[in-house]
């Protein structure tokens, strides 16, 4: 059974880098048959996929996010991470990793999210 | 991007009841649709994928349907714990993206 979790500060000064870890159990991050992907949810509203790290560095990511997101992978510690520069207001939300099966293109394991708030 | 718009966006019911939700896609996605329920405060999970594939360990209340621009998940038989909200996603195209989400409430 793969579990994901998700760490990492919980505030972030507005114009300041957000960076979370996802440590990923009962799974290998360099598991062929997976993407590892991050979305975020704002404060009562929907999901929004950010991107996706798979076959131990190869990225996707969604183009609104371009030039301030990073995806990144540790093998060693079965971790991937999440960094977000220059954020604002607009990137408070929950932030959820999850194992997405490649080639078909859902999520069917996440992490409990973790809350990540601007402010200054 | 794919938009994908669900309706309604909240709906009351009871116990018991049969539920519909329907999710349209801006341009024809085939069959990549996928269902998941988010009981809050909890992380969403994957009901449905691929429009009809119930997940391992999914009750068999939840089914889904269409193809195209038009899908519906239904409940059969409403319990307590589907007091929830439910997305759709698509998974046609890179980025991927959900509906808005449909509220269930309890009538």
């Known amino acids: 059974q793969v579990q994901l979790l998700e760490s990492g500060p919980e505030v972030v000064k507005p114009s300041e880098t957000l960076s979370l870890t996802c440590s990923v159990s009962?799974?290998?991050?360099?598991?062929?048959?997976?993407?590892w992907s991050w979305i975020r949810q704002p404060p009562g509203k929907g999901l929004e996929w950010i991107g996706y790290?798979?076959?131990?560095?190869?990225?996707k990511y969604k183009s609104s996010f371009t030039g301030r997101v990073t995806i990144s992978v540790d093998m060693s510690k079965n971790q991937f991470s999440l960094r977000l520069t220059s954020v604002t207001a607009a990137d408070t939300a929950v932030y959820f990793c999850?194992?997405?099966?490649?080639?078909?293109?859902?999520?069917?394991?996440w992490g409990q999210g973790r809350l990540v708030t601007v402010s200054s | 991007d794919i938009q994908m718009t669900q309706s309604p966006s909240s709906l009351a019911a009871s116990v018991g009841d049969r539920v519909t939700i329907t999710c349209r896609a801006s341009?024809?996605?085939?069959?990549?649709v996928n269902w998941y329920r988010q009981q809050p405060p909890k992380a969403p999970e994957l009901l449905i994928s691929?429009?009809?594939n119930l997940e391992t360990g999914v009750p068999p209340r939840f089914s889904g349907s269409g193809s195209g621009t038009d899908f519906t998940l239904t409940i059969s038989s409403l319990q307590s714990e589907d007091f929830a909200t439910y997305y759709c996603q698509q998974s046609y195209s890179t980025p991927r993206t959900f509906g808005q989400g449909t509220k269930v409430e309890v009538k």
């Open positions: 691929r429009t009809s």
């Open positions: 999850a194992r997405d099966r490649a080639y078909e293109f859902f999520f069917d394991s």
């Open positions: 790290i798979f076959d131990s560095g190869t990225t």
């Open positions: 341009q024809s996605i085939m069959t990549y």
């Open positions: 009962g799974d290998s991050v360099s598991n062929d048959k997976y993407y």
